[in-house]
């Protein structure tokens, strides 16, 4: 297990089998990356991407995330944004964006709920700027 999501995945492989498994995984990623760079605020982090790479990186971690068979062996997330300038705003974007996908597909509530507690975990590696507390 790659040592950044230590803790993070959702161990319960139901979740990876309940949506369908890799080809589902796959066609959710395509459908976000259509969504994200589609997205006149979000698509400048992308220019001069290598978005096979990305992709497949993408399919690799959600899957991992999931509960599914392989684990996540790319690059730490953070070392994989930093010098990006990911602001909170954009990522929570991001995040809108694959809840969108996520949720027109029919993924389940439970799902979701635990995809957006890992995302909001690894957060603070990928987001530029510090988040705001309320008090």
Do not use: N
């Not at 459908?31 to 992308?46: C, H, N, S």
């Not at 993408?58 to 999931?66: D, G, H, N, P």
């Not at 969108?100 to 993924?107: E, H, N, S």
């Amino acid at each position: 297990m790659h040592p950044e999501w230590e803790g993070l995945v959702i161990t319960s492989p139901s979740y990876y089998d309940q949506i369908g498994g890799a080809p589902v995984v796959r066609d959710v990623v395509e459908q976000f990356y259509e969504r994200v760079l589609g997205d006149d605020d979000l698509k400048p982090y992308f220019t001069g991407i290598d978005m096979p790479r990305l992709k497949r990186h993408m399919v690799m971690l959600l899957c991992s995330v999931l509960g599914g068979p392989e684990p996540y062996e790319g690059r730490d997330l953070g070392e994989a944004h930093a010098g990006m300038g990911i602001t909170s705003e954009h990522y929570d974007k991001v995040g809108e964006h694959l809840f969108a996908v996520l949720q027109a597909g029919g993924v389940g509530e439970d799902i979701l709920r635990d995809v957006g507690l890992v995302l909001g975990k690894v957060k603070s590696s990928i987001v530029a700027e510090p988040t705001e507390t309320a008090g």
